[in-house]
């Protein structure tokens, strides 16, 4: 299980992709979006969602303005009497979300074929093994300087260190 947090200010700015039905992106604007700008709907969804293994649960409270659809996600729940009432009697069900491209899928695997492979085997590894080798293995991306480092160095073809770190998960 996973849990992601952001309280700050969100913002609605125009698509940059033709990807939304309304023509608009949903952003987080980070302390340093002057310098590094906004972190659009798209970002937010092929770095935190797409990558995640089947089977991995995450809950994000994002306490922002125009969080509503910053995850991109392809189901939604609407809030209103109906569902509520159906959740209180265990019947709820997710909606389709309409808007869902699921185009974003298909351009995260073209876009970061490794990305998406690495985090599904990983998560997949991780899982299978017993905390003593999860213990060697987040020794070992300490030792790569962090995991944004590592997660570089693999999709570049990391070499020898690479299967090193993959022989530590069998």
């Not at 033709?18 to 002057?34: F, N, Q, R």
């Not at 649960?57 to 159906?86: R, Y």
């Not at 944004?148 to 570049?156: A, F, H, I, N, R």
Request: aromatic share 6%; charged share 25%; net charge negative.
């Amino acid at each position: 299980s996973l849990f992601f947090h952001y309280s700050g200010h969100g913002a609605s700015v125009r698509d940059d992709n033709s990807d939304e039905p309304d023509g608009k992106d949903e952003a987080l604007c980070p302390s340093d979006y002057e310098s590094a700008g906004l972190i659009r709907d798209d970002e937010v969804f092929k770095l935190l969602v797409a990558p995640l293994p089947e089977g991995a649960k995450l809950t994000c409270v994002l306490d922002c303005c125009h969080s509503g659809t910053i995850l991109d996600l392809p189901f939604m729940f609407k809030a209103d009497d109906q569902s509520m009432a159906a959740m209180e009697s265990g019947q709820a069900s997710m909606l389709a979300n309409p808007g869902f491209d699921f185009g974003k899928i298909l351009q995260v695997f073209k876009d970061s074929p490794a990305l998406a492979v690495g985090a599904a085997l990983g998560g997949a590894a991780l899982m299978c093994m017993g905390s003593e080798r999860r213990g060697k293995i987040k020794g070992m991306v300490d030792k790569f300087g962090g995991q944004e480092k590592l997660m570089g160095m693999l999709s570049q073809g990391g070499g020898g260190d690479k299967a090193q770190l993959l022989s530590m998960a069998k």
